[in-house]
């Protein structure tokens, strides 16, 4: 059984957004949509966007454009697409991920960029504040880069005979360097040898596996990065070929055969950009915008994979599933 819980923070006059209301008045308004990824890794989240869009009144192909850029996990291509719809003057960019984001923000100051990103905005030098976020950006946060040193220590629960760990990162993400120092950190408190393997490719998991069995490593915990999210299908099936139990942000990777997956939904707060985006070509002001939060995480066991590795989940863990997929 799923339990959702998704807090929204909502405060701030509504302002108006004068170049968006008459960009609205006089054309049909076009949103610009840039992703780190691939569009058929993000076609489920595109389409909760659109869900938001319509739930705004903004229907595309009817009363709106979206104009789709892609980076196809090449993050040194996303300077370039943020410039490209920024001369294209379309009325909002939506960045998804928190790489996208930074790109967008340093193409335009006028544009309102409505964006999803992992980790802590404030800190990324994405908005000034939570709640007033000043600017011209505004959008959803998810946990998840936070978590990192909490899927090491359940993955730890599950198998506390293993001393040897791998954390996957991709080197080029703007999330590796945090992430492997909050892990390395909890590794350390542990006891355990935590081994740090690089990825900015997905034709490069393949041997980050074998790399694992000559580490003699007993788990794995997959960093945070869009790559990895496009990637988490061959992931877990690397996983259950190699015999690596492993644990990963989203629900995909545990249906698709991965051990564990701990994170926040990879759909609602979707739903939410979308529903922002509708509101700034309404005319609302990013800058009085608070960005919301994704604070509820979930948890999915996969007994069936748990079962194939030899594993004996505890009981404890089982309860505080949010899904156990048999």
């Not at 379309?90 to 340093?106: Q, W």
């Not at 990324?124 to 946990?143: D, I």
């Not at 922002?276 to 990013?286: I, Q």
């Amino acid at each position: 059984m799923r339990r959702r819980d998704f807090i929204t923070l909502f405060g701030g006059a509504a302002t108006t957004w004068p170049l968006i209301a008459h960009a609205q008045r006089s054309k049909t308004p076009v949103v610009g949509l840039m992703g780190s990824t691939t569009a058929d890794s993000y076609a489920t989240r595109v389409a909760f966007i659109q869900q938001g869009l319509s739930e705004t009144g903004y229907v595309e192909g009817r009363n709106l454009t979206i104009e789709s850029r892609w980076a196809d996990s090449q993050y040194d291509r996303l300077p370039g697409i943020a410039a490209e719809l920024v001369s294209r003057r379309v009325d909002v960019i939506v960045a998804i991920t928190t790489i996208a984001a930074i790109a967008a923000k340093a193409a335009t100051t006028k544009i309102p960029i409505v964006f999803e990103a992992g980790g802590d905005p404030v800190s990324n030098g994405l908005v000034a504040s939570l709640n007033r976020p000043g600017g011209n950006l505004t959008g959803v946060s998810l946990l998840n880069v936070e978590l990192g040193a909490k899927r090491l220590e359940l993955l730890h629960q599950v198998i506390p005979s293993a001393k040897i760990f791998g954390l996957l990162v991709n080197p080029t993400g703007p999330t590796a360097k945090v992430l492997s120092k909050d892990v390395q950190a909890a590794a350390g408190k542990l006891g355990i040898q935590l081994h740090i393997l690089d990825a900015s490719r997905e034709s490069e998991f393949a041997s980050v596996f074998m790399h694992l069995g000559k580490l003699r490593a007993g788990a794995l915990v997959i960093g945070t990065d869009p790559l990895f999210n496009s990637g988490s299908e061959e992931l877990a099936a690397l996983a259950i070929r190699h015999a690596m139990p492993a644990i990963y942000q989203y629900r995909a990777f545990a249906t698709a055969g991965g051990l564990l997956s701990y994170g926040g939904s990879s759909t609602e707060p979707f739903r939410q950009v979308g529903i922002y985006t509708g509101r700034v070509l309404n005319g609302e002001n990013p800058a009085e915008l608070p960005v919301q939060q994704s604070t509820k995480v979930e948890l999915i066991i996969n007994l069936k994979t748990a079962k194939a590795l030899g594993l004996d989940i505890p009981t404890p863990i089982i309860g505080r599933a949010d899904e156990v997929i048999e």
